[in-house]
C-alpha cells in the first residue's frame, strides 16, 4: 500500500500524535551530520542511488502517567555531562523539531494486542538489560550493504548485548512472528529496509527533505 503523505506545512507534533500507536514503527530521517552520513549510506539499497529519506528507527510506546507519549529505541545520547548509548526511553517529543528532524514516518502493521504486548515487552527487556548501541554493527553493516550476499548472513561484527537502531526494531518484531526485510538478517537491517518492507502495512510519510541521487561518476 502506497504510503499517505502529510502536508510539509503540518508539525512533527500534530503528525507523530495523529498517528503513533503502541508498538508502531516510527522512522526519521535527521539533518545532524551523522544522520546524513546514514541516509547516504543507505544509497547502495535506494532506487536511483538516491539518498535515503531515513536515518533512524524506534518503537512507539504507551502514554503515560505524565500524559506524554514515549518512544522505546537504541540511539546515541550525547549531552553535556550525559552520554547514554543504547536501549532507551524518551518522549517523543524528541522528534518534534522540524529542522533537526524535516523527515518523519510512521508505518502500521496491523499488530493485534498480543503481539503488540510482545513487541514492547521484547523493547523494554532490551532496556533493562542495559542493550548498548554498536558502532561496530553499523560498520559490519554498511559491509553488507556493499556486498549484497552478506545481507542475509548475521553482521560479520555482530557483538553480543549490542543493538542499533533499526536492528532493535526487527529485533522486538521478531517476538511477534514478523521478519520485516525477509532476506536480510536481523544486525543488517536498516531503516531503509524498514520503510520499503514488502509485509502488508499502512504508512504515513512528512517529508520536507527530498532524497538526493548521486552526480554523476560520483558516490
Not at 536492528?167 to 543488517?188: D, E, F, I, R, T
Request: glycine fraction near 6%; charged fraction near 20%.
Amino acid at each position: 500500500m502506497a504510503p499517505i503523505l502529510a502536508d510539509p506545512q503540518q508539525s512533527n507534533a500534530d503528525f507523530l500524535h495523529a498517528h503513533a500507536a503502541p508498538a508502531r514503527i516510527g522512522l526519521a530521517g535527521g539533518s545532524a551530520l551523522i544522520d546524513r552520513g546514514i541516509r547516504k549510506a543507505q544509497r547502495l539499497i535506494t532506487a536511483d542511488a538516491a539518498d535515503s529519506a531515513w536515518s533512524h528507527a524506534f518503537l512507539f510506546g504507551e502514554q503515560r502517567s505524565d500524559g506524554h507519549c514515549w518512544v522505546l529505541e537504541s540511539d546515541l545520547d550525547l549531552r553535556h555531562k550525559q552520554v547514554r548509548l543504547g536501549a532507551q526511553e524518551n518522549r517523543l517529543a524528541k522528534y518534534f523539531d522540524a529542522a533537526e528532524w524535516p523527515n518523519l514516518a510512521v508505518l502500521d502493521f496491523g499488530l493485534d494486542a498480543a503481539a503488540s504486548r510482545r513487541v514492547l515487552a521484547a523493547a523494554l527487556d532490551l532496556l533493562a538489560d542495559a542493550t548498548r548501541y554498536s558502532l561496530r554493527e553499523i560498520v559490519g553493516t554498511l559491509f553488507a550493504l556493499a556486498r549484497p550476499s552478506l545481507r542475509e548472513r548475521e553482521n560479520l561484527l555482530a557483538r553480543e548485548g549490542s543493538l542499533y537502531c533499526s536492528a532493535l526494531v526487527q529485533h522486538c518484531y521478531a517476538s511477534a512472528g514478523m521478519q520485516l526485510m525477509p532476506g536480510v538478517s536481523g544486525k543488517n537491517t536498516t531503516p531503509q529496509d524498514i520503510a520499503h518492507s514488502p509485509l502488508p502495512h499502512q504508512a504515513w510519510q512528512l517529508l520536507r527533505q527530498p532524497t538526493r541521487a548521486a552526480a554523476p561518476g560520483r558516490a
